[in-house]
């Protein structure tokens, strides 16, 4: 059942990956109902964003994200035979493929984040390189096969567009610190940051793009401080949960501090609830491929 569950996790990642490259290919979306939303695509150079099925690129690789983390944990129960391995480490590649055609710079340091988790790992060495590789593998052919997308992304990030980029983050931060200087007992409430926003006119009224920050905003300082707290406990058990734990949690930190799907929008929650189980799931010993058949 296990296996199941891991495998239908990864493959729903894998369709979404392949439809994100097609439109990353075709430079727009299909607009076919029940595979995707009409509307163009996010241009980076000559390249385009693929989005899959959701609305922005951002939240796609928040869903590969975690289907990435099912995959590494159906590769760490999967018998030692290379056809065993082989679907995962495919999957793996085609997911890291998908997340390189979003150009979020939260996924890129998420991969990061990932591929070192995975080359540092001391036990499972060898099956551990070889899912860094085809992630490695599946981020360049998504990288490079599909124009200058990352390089126009890194230009813009270290140019103007960059500074405005951060000038952007900086005023939801500073968004947020409004919000809590004037509740901080109590703050504005559960889900009602972007309300309370509305109440004074903006240019726009976005979520803070910071889990920290929404959290001290809606439940005050003290709200802040717990899911500093828990942030920082989930990162101490990841790395003391050794690399496979590391290597599922790792990736979605990015978006919990430089975005908002995971934790504001409904579908953004169920994919964290599925990451955190998948976290729980990773701390378990590996189950031979026998016993869970």
Do not use: C
Not at 13 to 35: D, K, N, P, S, T
Not at 189 to 216: C, F, K, M, S, W
Not at 226 to 251: F, N
Not at 258 to 274: E, I, N, R
Request: no cysteine; proline share 4%; net charge positive.
């Amino acid at each position: 059942a296990r296996r199941f569950m891991l495998g239908a996790i990864a493959a729903v990642g894998v369709a979404q990956a392949g439809l994100a490259m097609v439109q990353a290919a075709r430079g727009e979306a299909f607009g076919i109902e029940y595979l995707d939303f009409a509307g163009p695509l996010y241009p980076f150079g000559t390249s385009f964003a693929g989005r899959g099925g959701l609305t922005h690129p951002y939240h796609l690789a928040v869903v590969l994200v975690v289907a990435q983390g099912a995959a590494l944990l159906g590769l760490r129960q999967a018998s030692p035979r290379l056809l065993a391995r082989a679907p995962w480490l495919l999957a793996l590649a085609a997911l890291g493929a998908g997340i390189a055609v979003t150009y979020t710079r939260a996924g890129a340091v998420g991969q990061v984040a990932l591929v070192i988790s995975l080359l540092l790992g001391r036990a499972d060495r060898k099956v551990l390189v070889a899912a860094a590789v085809a992630v490695v593998i599946g981020l360049g052919i998504g990288g490079i096969g599909f124009g200058d997308g990352w390089m126009a992304k890194g230009e813009a990030t270290a140019g103007k567009d960059g500074a405005t980029a951060d000038s952007n983050r900086s005023a939801r931060l500073r968004e947020a610190r409004e919000l809590v200087e004037a509740n901080a007992a109590l703050g504005v409430g559960p889900g009602r940051y972007v309300d309370a926003l509305a109440e004074t006119p903006r240019t726009e009224y976005l979520p803070a793009h910071n889990l920290i920050a929404q959290e001290a905003a809606e439940l005050g300082v003290v709200g802040g401080v717990v899911a500093l707290a828990l942030l920082a406990l989930l990162g101490l058990r990841a790395l003391r949960g050794g690399a496979w734990t590391a290597a599922v949690v790792s990736p979605m930190i990015p978006f919990l501090l430089l975005d908002a799907y995971p934790y504001v929008f409904a579908t953004g929650l169920a994919t964290a609830a599925v990451w955190l189980g998948l976290a729980r799931v990773s701390l378990e010993p590996a189950q031979p491929a026998e016993a869970i058949r």
